[in-house]
């Protein structure tokens, strides 16, 4: 499956769009997935205890997602990471 990152995750990937293959079906298991892929993105996602930071956004086809919500095969998930400042 497709995502779309943004902020300094496009630092980290060197991409826009990256493609992951989930071992689950939910918006976590594709997050989980990418933080494989790009363990230096665990710091602009997850705290110490592997909890998605507050401030991370994650949709799935343009709608606000819980981690447990399921995906879809073409599903569209844009991660929008934590971002330093106030």
Do not use: C, N, W
């Amino acid at each position: 499956m497709e995502l779309t990152v943004y902020g300094p995750l496009r630092a980290v990937t060197g991409e826009k769009t990256i493609t992951v293959e989930p071992d689950g079906r939910t918006v976590r298991s594709a997050i989980v997935a990418f933080v494989e892929r790009y363990p230096r993105a665990s710091t602009h996602l997850t705290d110490e205890a592997g909890t998605l930071l507050p401030s991370v956004r994650v949709q799935l086809d343009g709608d606000a997602a819980s981690l447990d919500d399921p995906l879809h095969p073409a599903a569209s998930l844009p991660l929008f990471p934590a971002l330093p400042g106030g």
